[in-house]
T-cell receptor, first 114, second 112 residues
Framework: EAGVTQSPTHLNKTRGQQATLRCSPI?????VYWYQQALGLGLQFLLW???????NRGNFPPRFSGRQFPNYSSELNVNALELEDSALYLC?????????????FGPGTRLTVL | GESVGLHLPTLSVQEGDNSIINCAYS??????FIWYKQESGKGPQFIID?????DKRQGQRVTVLLNKTVKHLSLQIAATQPGDSAVYFC???????????FGPGTRLSVLP
């Protein structure tokens, strides 16, 4: 069974540009989570989608947004990129209808803002 | 705000020894915990989980201990191997389907 996949693996942008990151969850998983992992830091929760709706978001500005498609894949969009947005962006998926939901992570997208 | 933290940012152990990685959490409402392992260039990988109605759970070479009284979580790795070298994160979850709160991580280095 395929795991969580993310694309692209690496993404280089300049300040002010917009970035789009993509995630495909494990088949059968309806929840998708996005995390930011800045260099040397832990994972910071960004967004949670379930059944196509945004369920929760972390303490990030509105220029971080996303969506979940009918096939449960998801996009993370970051507008007006700033240097400090450089980080590893991790996507995780889980079954949406279980109380204790193990989250399975993808390999991440390394975003570099120059 | 509330957070999950780790006592030791780095841990070096000799190959074959046992490793203990500690984690403190601050939200007594948290009822589900996971330990993740992250190797360089990869996403976090599930190691073991534990629910708040348990105080110990064992996996293959790993044991997680939960002490709700002092809000402490630990991961024990038996007979540590070079392949265990990675950053280990504890994560807490307090609501159905909610995001996990991750600690900053502990880097485990296995010495030959």
């Amino acid at each position: 069974e395929a795991g969580v996949t993310q694309s692209p693996t690496h993404l280089n942008k300049t300040r002010g540009q917009q970035a789009t990151l993509r995630c495909s969850p494990i088949s059968g998983h309806t929840s998708v989570y996005w995390y930011q992992q800045a260099l040397g830091l832990g994972l910071q929760f960004l967004l949670w989608y379930d059944e196509g709706e945004e369920r929760n978001r972390g303490n990030f500005p509105p220029r971080f947004s996303g969506r979940q498609f009918p096939n449960y894949s998801s996009e993370l969009n970051v507008n007006a990129l700033e240097l400090e947005d450089s980080a590893l962006y991790l996507c995780a998926s889980s079954l949406g209808d279980r109380r204790y939901n193990e989250q399975f992570f993808g390999p991440g997208t390394r975003l570099t803002v120059l | 705000g509330e957070s999950v933290g780790l006592h030791l940012p780095t841990l070096s152990v000799q190959e074959g020894d046992n490793s203990i990685i500690n984690c403190a959490y601050s939200n007594s409402a948290s009822d589900y915990f996971i330990w993740y392992k992250q190797e360089s260039g990869k996403g976090p990988q599930f190691i073991i989980d534990i629910r708040s109605n348990m105080d110990k759970r064992q996996g293959q070479r790993v044991t997680v201990l939960l002490n709700k009284t002092v809000k402490h979580l630990s991961l024990q790795i038996a007979a540590t191997q070079p392949g265990d070298s990675a950053v280990y994160f504890c994560a807490e979850n307090r609501n159905y389907g909610q995001n996990f709160v991750f600690g900053p991580g502990t880097r485990l280095s296995v010495l030959p």
